[in-house]
């Protein structure tokens, strides 16, 4: 069965620093991959999609995720972090094309400091 | 372009009340329409899918029930409420012709009391 895995909780960086927030998946075929973010009390957005092609994404915002099949990590990296990046964020995995179904991590809550 | 409704924002319902939270989908035919709950602003449980009128497929047998009634409409229900059943609704579609992902609504926050 397809999943998706996001390691930590939460992370804490200072604005202007580097953002990255990590994901590895398991599937038995090619993954279709996703990351969503959700701000208090609203529903997710789509932030940006992996199906095919080169292997770094780049999304909505400001962010890029880097697809790394060897590792089976889909990482969401953003350059310089905004207060206003802090949400929450989900990593999800659909299993091909005819799979109706997203399996959604655990999400990571994204603190960014002034 | 399309969209989707869902409401109410917000509910307040005492224990042994019915529900009923609706969605609408906008802009696209038969899509594939989804529920789930969150529970304290963490991770999202599937509840039920549906990939046509009348078809549902429930992922947790639970205290609640969803129907289909037409190709754009999702409909959530409960018969009793539970105290368990608190927690933010979302509702999802996707649309079956793509290679996309979900574009869910902006949810509803249940508490029941």
């Known amino acids: 069965a397809q999943s998706v895995a996001q390691p930590e909780d939460q992370v804490n960086v200072a604005e202007g620093n580097p953002l990255t927030v990590k994901c590895t998946y398991s599937?038995?075929?090619?993954?279709?991959l996703f990351w969503y973010v959700q701000y208090p009390n609203r529903g997710l957005q789509f932030l940006l999609k992996?199906?095919?092609?080169?292997?770094l994404v780049k999304g909505s915002y400001g962010f890029e995720a880097e697809f790394n099949k060897s590792q089976t990590s889909f990482h969401l990296k953003k350059p310089s972090a905004l207060v206003s990046d802090s949400a929450l964020y989900f990593c999800?995995?659909?299993?091909?094309?005819?799979?109706?179904?997203?399996?959604f991590g655990a999400g990571t809550t994204v603190t960014v400091r002034a | 372009s399309q969209t989707i409704h869902q409401w109410p924002a917000t509910l307040v319902q005492p224990v042994g009340s019915p529900l009923s939270l609706e969605c609408t989908v906008e802009?696209?035919?038969?899509?594939?329409l989804y529920w789930y709950r969150q529970a304290a602003g963490r991770g999202l449980q599937l509840l039920f899918y549906?990939?046509?009128?009348?078809?549902i497929s429930s992922e947790v047998p639970q205290n609640l029930s969803a129907s289909r009634p037409q190709d754009r409409q999702f409909i959530l229900s409960s018969k009793k409420l539970l105290l368990s059943d608190s927690g933010f609704y979302l509702c999802?579609?996707?649309?079956?012709?793509?290679?996309?992902?979900?574009?869910f609504g902006s949810g509803t926050r249940l508490t029941v009391v």
């Open positions: 999802a579609f996707q649309d079956g012709a793509s290679w996309d992902g979900y574009t």
């Open positions: 549906s990939v046509g009128i009348g078809q």
């Open positions: 999800a995995v659909r299993e091909g094309f005819g799979d109706y179904k997203l399996s």
């Open positions: 992996y199906i095919t092609g080169d292997n």
């Open positions: 802009g696209t035919s038969n899509p594939n």
């Open positions: 599937v038995s075929g090619n993954p279709y």
